[in-house]
């Protein structure tokens, strides 16, 4: 079984701060996503250029697409990045895990997620779309689905409408199973009517955390996974350290969440997919898929940034392994 993702092809660049001062003189409300032009962004690089920074193929699709290679399964990816060495390096980083790169060269430069961690774990993020949002439906054509058997696409593509309308159209007619994460609570609110025009026809798996949820639906975890569940064939709603809920038909779960020691939340949303969707690839249970999401969420929170390294990859395996048994 092969995954396709489709999203906002970003570098991350995780800069750990030593203290909040750098986010007051940008009047950046800490834990905030902020979209940023390339001057400010230039501007974030050169007042943190002091501190340790590391870098990765990021954006919220492709830390899923990671995760989902780690786990051994096989993928591509969809993407616009720059003519330029972030670019360069954005490709090198998913070929080097195995993930196939479909990227289409757009005229501004690659997109980068600066991540500014302060020294209580919290995540400000100054985010530079650049070339990630130059992906357009024209590019997209039915060969790119095929020989994949499930396709998971990001909300942050959801206000380019025609985009995501013909991404969506294309997958159901190679015959994928639809996979979309809502992304961002201001997003949903926003396109929230076209968002129900596309979830019924269209997508099979909706994830979405508490805000997201009642951004859609205007309810609360339980009740919002109630209405999204009526919408499509499974439905996801994450609650953060209270764990997170799946409803499919008359079936429902609470899955709980693992102990884990938070560093870092960055990329614990996309992980849980990852988690979700390896599981659900293997045939496990619903309740199953819910505890391996809540594992590899559990434990990306662990370490600085979206992605876990080898050590602590060895650790989440061994606790899928028992879910399996």
Same mark, same amino acid.
């Given at each position: 079984?092969?995954?396709?993702?489709? +999203?906002?092809?970003?570098?991350? *660049?995780?800069? #750990?701060? /030593?203290?909040? $001062?750098?986010?007051?003189?940008?009047?950046?409300? !800490?834990?905030?996503?902020?979209?940023?032009?390339?001057?400010?962004?230039?501007?974030?690089?050169?007042?943190?250029?002091?501190?340790?920074?590391?870098?990765?193929?990021?954006?919220?699709?492709?830390?899923?697409?990671?995760?989902?290679?780690?786990?051994?399964?096989?993928?591509?990816?969809?993407?616009?990045? +720059?003519?330029?060495?972030?670019? *360069?390096?954005? #490709?090198? /980083?998913?070929? $080097?895990?195995?993930?196939?790169?479909?990227?289409? !060269?757009?005229?501004?430069?690659?997109?980068?997620?600066?991540?500014?961690?302060?020294?209580?774990?919290?995540?400000?993020?100054?985010?530079?779309?650049?070339?990630?949002?130059?992906?357009?439906?024209?590019?997209?054509?039915?060969?790119?689905?095929?020989?994949?058997?499930?396709?998971?696409?990001?909300?942050?593509?959801?206000?380019?409408?025609?985009?995501?309308?013909?991404?969506?159209?294309?997958?159901?007619?190679?015959?994928?199973?639809?996979?979309?994460?809502?992304?961002?609570?201001?997003?949903?609110?926003?396109?929230?009517?076209?968002?129900?025009?596309?979830?019924?026809?269209?997508?099979?798996?909706?994830?979405?955390?508490?805000?997201?949820?009642?951004?859609?639906?205007?309810?609360?975890?339980?009740?919002?996974?109630?209405?999204?569940?009526?919408?499509?064939?499974?439905?996801?709603?994450?609650?953060?350290?209270?764990?997170?809920?799946?409803?499919?038909?008359?079936?429902?779960?609470?899955?709980?969440?693992?102990?884990?020691?938070?560093?870092?939340?960055?990329?614990?949303?996309?992980?849980?997919?990852?988690?979700?969707?390896?599981?659900?690839?293997?045939?496990?249970?619903?309740?199953?898929?819910?505890?391996?999401?809540?594992?590899?969420?559990?434990?990306?929170?662990?370490?600085?940034?979206?992605?876990?390294?080898?050590?602590?990859?060895?650790?989440?395996?061994?606790?899928?392994?028992?879910?399996?048994?």
């Amino acid at each position: 079984m092969k995954v396709l993702g489709m +999203g906002n092809a970003l570098v991350d *660049i995780m800069t #750990r701060l /030593d203290s909040d $001062s750098i986010l007051y003189r940008l009047k950046f409300p !800490k834990g905030s996503m902020q979209l940023v032009d390339k001057n400010l962004s230039d501007k974030i690089m050169n007042q943190t250029d002091s501190f340790e920074k590391t870098l990765a193929s990021g954006g919220s699709a492709a830390n899923t697409i990671h995760g989902l290679a780690n786990m051994g399964i096989q993928t591509g990816f969809i993407g616009s990045v +720059g003519d330029d060495e972030l670019g *360069i390096f954005f #490709r090198e /980083d998913m070929l $080097s895990q195995n993930i196939n790169p479909i990227l289409f !060269k757009g005229e501004s430069e690659t997109g980068k997620a600066i991540a500014l961690i302060t020294p209580d774990t919290e995540r400000t993020f100054a985010t530079f779309l650049g070339a990630s949002i130059e992906l357009t439906s024209d590019q997209l054509s039915s060969d790119h689905y095929k020989g994949y058997d499930y396709f998971y696409i990001e909300g942050y593509l959801v206000q380019d409408h025609d985009l995501i309308e013909k991404a969506v159209r294309l997958a159901k007619e190679n015959e994928l199973l639809v996979l979309l994460d809502l992304a961002s609570f201001n997003v949903v609110a926003e396109n929230r009517e076209f968002l129900k025009s596309i979830i019924e026809p269209y997508i099979d798996i909706v994830f979405a955390n508490e805000e997201e949820a009642r951004a859609y639906t205007g309810k609360g975890p339980s009740e919002a996974l109630e209405t999204i569940s009526r919408q499509c064939r499974i439905a996801v709603v994450k609650t953060g350290n209270k764990g997170s809920l799946i409803k499919s038909g008359d079936t429902f779960h609470k899955i709980e969440p693992i102990r884990a020691i938070s560093i870092d939340t960055t990329g614990a949303g996309d992980l849980y997919a990852a988690g979700f969707l390896y599981a659900f690839v293997e045939g496990m249970s619903l309740d199953k898929c819910g505890q391996v999401g809540s594992i590899l969420s559990g434990k990306v929170i662990e370490v600085i940034g979206p992605k876990m390294d080898v050590e602590k990859w060895a650790e989440a395996k061994q606790m899928v392994y028992e879910v399996n048994g």
